[in-house]
């Protein structure tokens, strides 16, 4: 868009999560929706400004929109015509879906000629489902945890049918090739062409200089999803060791994972941002990943761009085992696994010259592939396939 216009394109964001401790849970998604508001606040030239439109999540009547990372969030409203009303007070140009959930459909509705970007980040086809529901925290197997139930998402199908008597487009993006595949399955359509739209790493490490002692951090959730119990356990193993846990549980009471009896040589952190995540980031020496199924997590990019290696039971895009160790996979409360934990981080701890090779080499493919320029790029790409840009 030229940028000499007192025009702009409006994009509305649509997400569950916004990445803000003030609006719920702290997760991939929203930590996306977050780095896209701010690449276009920070850079108004190109002439794009975001807001949110939140999935779900209530607002007060006659209340100001809250304003989160520069950027206002419409939050629904029991009032439909007065939510209706100030959705179209926007004008929308354009939708950005970050992944899509059921919930989505009636601001899709509510935005008939608005063309769709439907950014696919974590899709569950029914053989990740099944593996997702393994999960049990020890000891407590016969409990359902909280927070596996995958959302239905078939239902985005419906809107790409309506979309086309609409002649609305509807386009698919997502951040792996890896993740292609997992899109009929986990969506009920198969759209002829998938774009890669990378992600945006924003950190910038000023400087690498690892701990004196060896520092393994958890970048996640407290939550049964992410297993956290595995990273503790591991700690067990190397009392000589810190272990930094950064993150929150969103869940608490039955089925949810409480962090107790910890060893001494594991420290919670809460959640961490800005100067002083990027900080304990680059210090670490190696980032462990315990989760039962991912994406192509922005943690493990934001690890790799502060040359920290990666040490996982998952392989997104092969990248564990490009610039870490993977473990190999195991389901249920995942503790068998423990052993090559074990040997891996013993491995990782061990082996400066391995350890330093890992880094640098995944912050090079880190600083090619997904940073903001190429974000940008293929953004404007899609925009001009819909004739908004």
Not at 145 to 164: F, H, M, N, W, Y
Not at 179 to 205: A, R
Request: charged share 25%.
């Amino acid at each position: 868009m030229d940028s000499s216009k007192e025009s702009f394109l409006k994009l509305g964001i649509i997400c569950n999560e916004f990445f803000a401790l003030s609006q719920g849970r702290m997760g991939g998604f929203g930590r996306a929706a977050s780095l896209v508001a701010e690449c276009f606040h920070d850079r108004p030239e190109l002439g794009i400004k975001a807001v949110f439109l939140a999935g779900e999540g209530y607002g007060e009547p006659n209340q100001p929109n809250p304003i989160i990372h520069n950027t206002p969030l419409i939050l629904r409203q029991r009032n439909k015509l007065a939510y209706a009303r100030r959705i179209w007070q926007e004008k929308i140009d354009l939708i950005l879906s970050i992944d899509y959930r059921s919930n989505y459909r009636s601001l899709f509705w509510l935005l008939p000629h608005a063309p769709i970007i439907v950014w696919v980040r974590d899709p569950h086809p029914p053989e990740d489902v099944v593996k997702i529901n393994t999960v049990r925290i020890p000891g407590q197997e016969n409990i359902e945890p909280q927070g596996l139930k995958s959302a239905d998402c078939t239902s985005l199908a419906g809107i790409v049918k309506a979309s086309k008597w609409l002649k609305r487009p509807v386009l698919f993006a997502t951040v792996s090739p890896f993740l292609k595949t997992k899109i009929k399955g986990t969506y009920g359509v198969q759209p002829q062409e998938v774009t890669i739209l990378p992600n945006i790493i924003n950190l910038e490490p000023t400087e690498i200089r690892k701990s004196a002692k060896p520092t393994v951090i958890f970048l996640a959730r407290l939550d049964p999803y992410k297993r956290p119990w595995l990273f503790v356990e591991l700690a067990r193993h190397f009392p000589e060791v810190d272990f930094l846990v950064l993150g929150k549980a969103h869940f608490q009471g039955k089925g949810a994972w409480e962090p107790l009896n910890l060893p001494e040589n594991v420290k919670l952190m809460g959640h961490v941002g800005g100067e002083e995540k990027t900080k304990i980031i680059t210090s670490a020496w190696v980032l462990v990943n315990t989760s039962i199924h991912e994406g192509l997590a922005i943690s493990f990019q934001e690890a790799l761009k502060c040359e920290t290696p990666l040490l996982s039971c998952v392989n997104p895009e092969n990248v564990v085992s490009e610039f870490g160790i993977y473990v190999g996979r195991y389901d249920g409360t995942g503790m068998e696994g423990i052993p090559k934990f074990v040997e891996g981080l013993k491995i990782l701890l061990e082996n400066h010259e391995l350890r330093i090779k890992l880094g640098k080499e995944g912050r090079k493919w880190v600083d090619k592939t997904h940073n903001q320029d190429n974000f940008k790029t293929v953004f404007s790409d899609l925009c001009k396939k819909v004739k908004v840009y």
